[in-house]
């Protein structure tokens, strides 16, 4: 169940890094008005998420439960921010979808298309499967539940 869990811990991240790409690319970090995520929480949830990912390999190294519920505990404000960020992305998400159905090419309400915007589904989806399946299977992980003996 841990290996389970570092490999979806991987794909996450995965998945993620590629979103975080996508923004910056889109200058969200160079032109903070122009995005509905705040460099501070992009940048919050990337750093977190991998000490997170750090801290679950020494886990597995070392076997230290302690260090696995620190592991896990730290996944908790990952998980807060990240649906934050959904929460803040789906507007985006609406009006691109609204203006490619109109067929105009249009700004926001603010005059500017925010880097977020491009980001595709599919990614933001798996990405956050990946993310739910990776918190569960590192819980059942650390409360002894499915591993193998």
Known sequence: MAIAALITWILTAGGGFYLLAKWVA???HRQPSSTKFPPALIFGHFLLAA???VLWIVYLLIDSDAIGWVALI???PVAVLGFTMLA???PSYRNRAAISASGQVAADSAGENPP???FPVIVVA????LAVATVVLALLTMLGIGGSS
């Open 26 to 28: 889109g200058g969200g």
């Open 51 to 53: 000490a997170g990912l």
């Open 74 to 76: 730290v996944l908790v």
């Open 88 to 90: 803040r992305w789906i």
């Open 116 to 118: 977020e915007r491009s």
């Open 126 to 129: 798996a990405h956050g499967v």
